[in-house]
């Protein structure tokens, strides 16, 4: 079992940073795969980033590429997501999920455990 925990959502002028935590318990956390989700209103729920058990490998949607960061510290039992020149269309709730399998996925389905969610509000 593995319970996430977000922080670090707000409200940011366009063109600036935030970085988003995730916060896990459990012993097992470097052997999950994670993900950072988001959902806008009215949108489908898409994966932003994801970084596989190690950290070795790491993917991102077409529209957060050179912008986003994904990593983590195992030892911290933490993944961030560090987003940079932030968009008025990132605006979401952002969530963070993590896959048994070791090995990030795109879809939403191969997550077993997720967040609260964080909202994330870019002003124009």
């Known amino acids: 079992q593995v319970q996430l925990v977000e922080s670090g959502g707000g409200l940011v002028q366009a063109g600036g940073s935030l970085r988003l935590s995730c916060a896990a318990s459990g012993r097992t956390f470097s052997s999950y795969a994670m993900g950072w989700f988001r959902q806008a209103p009215g949108k489908a729920r898409e994966l932003v980033a994801g970084?596989?058990?190690?950290?070795?490998?790491?993917g991102y949607a077409d529209s957060v590429k050179g912008r986003f960061i994904i990593s983590r510290d195992n030892a911290k039992n933490t993944v961030y997501l560090q987003m940079s020149s932030l968009k008025p269309e990132d605006t979401a709730v952002y969530y963070c999920a993590a896959n048994n399998s070791g090995n990030w996925r795109r879809g939403p389905d191969a997550y077993n455990y997720w967040g609260q969610g964080t909202q994330v509000t870019v002003s124009s």
């Open positions: 970084i596989n058990w190690s950290g070795g490998s790491t």
